[in-house]
């Protein structure tokens, strides 16, 4: 239960700075919000210019004494205590009490007195500390405002009616209980928030915690799945090199279940390396794609409302998976952010260039696009995963806007020494048009 003892020892929770009332519509009141004690300067001074014209418009009556200098700093005097009405709720309602007190005493004709109201009420609805204090000292300033007005009424020369004694009191015990009241208001208020935030935390906390508890098992299970085909194919490596001379078809079956063993821990690897990489289970769990499948990433750009142009240029070479599912993640992804930000009418070109040492990729649009600190930021690897796949074979990746309009994707893959064996299955350059 938060209590208005911990509020005050929590400074986030501190009742000076809370942003009331609720809604903070105009630039006046988010300004008051965020500068509490200049707002309450400027109300203190509003309300002492009102009270110093009450003053000065007063007209004496019988013994009423006039407005003169003394009397108008002691109505400076009660506006400066009312500026700390909030910073420091008690001080301020003990010393504005004084000019009153002073003011009354010396029987000063005016019709404009709220200023003591407003203290009370700010003293019991802004101050953090134990609601016993609070009540104590409010409670004496009450007293002491009350045992004036009760001398106004018995000393001879006044003119005050003994019905104004109970409405002075009233008025500034209804002032004091109505403080309280939105003192205990607020104080639900920040219990209810900070029920809210921790119940949210303990939410993700408890999400996190469940994602953590099933990414650990499947690590366990990827762990046994590769220590068990691992341990199968050592011995059957052993057993292969025993019956190599003698027996060399026993040694061909072994070596065959030596690779079979070898592909089905590696499928099982993949599966489950898959699901580790992304939080979307069931992903797709087919061959890995090559740039022969880039006819079908712009074939599906196309159905998305971007016609799309592939063209690839010069031989293709042999090259290893890894290098070649990168080269192919880079255009996926580049045509993905083509299909979000590139915008309505919109065209996208894709260039493959094959040479010798580098296999050369483009990517351009010529729509709205974005920058790239926004594609950075978007959901997913973006960028950031391109950049990664392409440094991972120690190539180099551009992209930004293009100076036309529209956004371009430059990236170049090296090339193995091994990669310079030629593809029967592919020809020299193809082209798929929108």
Same mark, same amino acid.
């Given at each position: ?15 000076t ?24 300067v400027l ?20 013994a ?8 108008v ?16 709720p ?20 005016t ?11 700010s ?6 500390r ?21 001398l ?25 209980f ?21 119940? !949210? $935390?303990?939410? %993700? ?5 469940? +994602? /953590? *508890?099933?990414?650990?098992?499947? &690590? ?10 691992m ?32 592909? !089905? $821990?590696?499928? %099982? ?5 898959? +699901? /580790? *990489?992304?939080?979307?289970?069931? &992903?797709e ?27 690839v240029?010069?031989e ?15 255009v ?6 083509v ?25 351009s649009?010529?729509?709205?696009g ?7 930021a ?12 392409v440094?991972l ?6 992209a ?5 309009g ?29």
């Amino acid at each position: 239960m938060l209590t208005a003892d911990v509020a005050a020892q929590r400074p986030e929770y501190r009742l000076t700075s809370m942003r009331w009332p609720p809604r903070l519509d105009g630039p006046v009141m988010r300004w008051g919000a965020e500068h509490p004690f200049a707002a309450d300067v400027l109300f203190a001074g509003l309300i002492g210019a009102l009270a110093l014209a009450g003053l000065l418009a007063a007209e004496p009556e019988g013994a009423e004494r006039s407005a003169d200098a003394l009397g108008v700093a002691i109505v400076v005097a009660q506006a400066a205590a009312l500026a700390f009405r909030r910073r420091n709720p008690l001080a301020s309602v003990v010393a504005l009490s004084v000019p009153v007190v002073t003011m009354w005493m010396l029987n000063y004709a005016t019709n404009f007195d709220v200023i003591s109201l407003i203290s009370v009420y700010s003293a019991t609805a802004s101050s953090h500390r134990s609601r016993r204090t609070v009540w104590l000292v409010v409670g004496g300033v009450v007293g002491l405002l009350t045992t004036v007005a009760v001398l106004g009424v018995l000393v001879p020369d006044e003119s005050l009616p003994p019905l104004a004694v109970a409405g002075i009191a009233a008025i500034h015990i209804t002032g004091a209980f109505v403080g309280e009241m939105v003192h205990d208001r607020r104080l639900r208020i920040l219990e209810l928030e900070e029920r809210a935030i921790k119940a !949210e $935390a303990e939410r %993700e906390l408890l999400a996190r915690e469940a +994602v /953590l *508890r099933e990414r650990t098992s499947i &690590a366990r299970d990827l762990h046994d799945v590769v220590a068990h085909g691992m341990s199968v194919m050592v011995v059957q490596a052993g057993a292969a090199q025993r019956l190599v001379h003698t027996q060399p078809d026993r040694a061909a079956t072994a070596l065959e279940q030596i690779q079979q063993t070898g592909r !089905e $821990a590696l499928t %099982e690897m993949r599966r489950m390396l898959g +699901v /580790l *990489r992304s939080d979307q289970h069931g &992903a797709e769990l087919g061959p890995q794609p090559t740039l022969d499948d880039l006819a079908a990433v712009v074939q599906r750009c196309t159905d998305a409302g971007i016609p799309t142009e592939l063209s690839v240029q010069g031989e293709p070479r042999i090259r290893s998976a890894g290098a070649e599912m990168a080269a192919y993640r880079v255009v996926q992804e580049a045509l993905t952010n083509v299909i979000k930000h590139a915008g309505r009418p919109a065209r996208a070109i894709v260039k493959v260039t094959h040479s010798s040492d580098v296999v050369s990729l483009e990517v351009s649009d010529d729509g709205v696009g974005a920058t790239e600190r926004q594609l950075a930021a978007s959901t997913g690897h973006g960028l950031v995963g391109m950049r990664e796949r392409v440094e991972l074979y120690h190539g180099t990746l551009r992209a930004g806007p293009r100076p036309g309009g529209g956004f371009r994707v430059a990236a170049t893959i090296p090339l193995g020494p091994a990669s310079h064996e030629s593809r029967p299955d592919v020809g020299v350059a193809s082209e798929v048009g929108s």
